[in-house]
């Protein structure tokens, strides 16, 4: 995926087109069209354009998928699966769910016990992604 097609798929996710966010970042109309044929934004502007979509310079270049050094990998969405699991069977005794008596589940219809899964499961996730964003070390950022 080139700069071009990066920065259009982010403008379309919050709705607005090209146009626009050149305009907003103070660029002429057609600068990110002149991107599309291969010329490279300075570093000022890439950081610019990186910082108003919140996304890592990286990104923009194509040197990554992951939008932000924050964001979870497969591996942590493995863990956080695992993480789950654990609690479900009432194995986990070493987090906040420790107190959990897993024969509460049983007692739950399939739709309620799926809601409280997928509550525990965004929880787990959302508790992951504020860990890496707060103890991440800075030399390890984008």
Do not use: C
């Not at 305009?23 to 044929?37: D, M």
């Not at 409280?116 to 950022?141: C, D, E, H, V």
């Amino acid at each position: 995926m080139t700069i071009f097609e990066r920065i259009k798929l982010l403008s379309n996710e919050r709705g607005l087109n090209i146009k626009d966010v050149a305009i907003k970042l103070g660029y002429g109309e057609n600068y990110f069209y002149s991107l599309n044929s291969g010329k490279k934004p300075s570093s000022d502007k890439l950081e610019a354009i990186a910082d108003y979509f919140d996304v890592s310079t990286d990104y923009i270049l194509g040197r990554t998928d992951k939008k932000r050094y924050y964001d979870l990998t497969e591996k942590d969405e493995q863990d956080i699966q695992k993480e789950l699991k654990k609690i479900i069977d009432g194995d986990d005794v070493d987090s906040a769910f420790a107190a959990f008596d897993g024969r509460i589940l049983d007692e739950l219809d399939e739709e309620d016990r799926q809601l409280l899964i997928n509550s525990w499961g965004n929880t787990l996730k959302l508790t992951k992604k504020m860990a890496k964003q707060k103890f991440t070390p800075k030399k390890y950022r984008d």
